[in-house]
């Protein structure tokens, strides 16, 4: 007899999913996780850009994936936050030069 996967709560689901992935693979979709929701920050609130409909609900799912990889290493809501958060309001120009460091 098969068990029903879908009639869980989808947190427990992925608490679950999460313990049988090994410790490098979840740093690497953490990584991930991390690189896209920035995009989606910078475009959303440096920007002023929308997001598209899909760009939104793949935001929601590295979201929650993001947060429960995060937690399963113990890190805070807060802590996941401030990783996000990180560098985004800095200014992004390559160039170094006195005028562009300036602006």
């Known amino acids: 007899m098969t068990k029903n996967i879908y009639s869980k709560d989808p947190k427990q689901a992925m608490a679950e ?7 490098d693979v979840k740093k690497t979709i953490l990584s991930q996780h991390l690189t896209a929701l920035r995009s989606y920050l910078r475009k959303a609130f440096v920007d002023r850009g929308d997001l598209t409909r899909e ?3 793949d935001r929601q799912i590295r979201m929650r994936e993001f947060l429960a990889i995060g937690k399963s ?3 805070t809501d807060k802590q996941l936050v401030a990783h996000l958060f990180r560098g985004l309001f800095k200014n992004t120009q390559v160039c170094e030069c006195a005028e562009c460091a300036t602006a």
Do not use: D
């Not at 999913?17 to 410790?23: A, D, K, V």
């Open 17 to 23: 999913y999460l313990t049988t992935l090994r410790e």
């Open 55 to 57: 760009e939104n609900m």
């Open 73 to 75: 290493f113990g890190l």
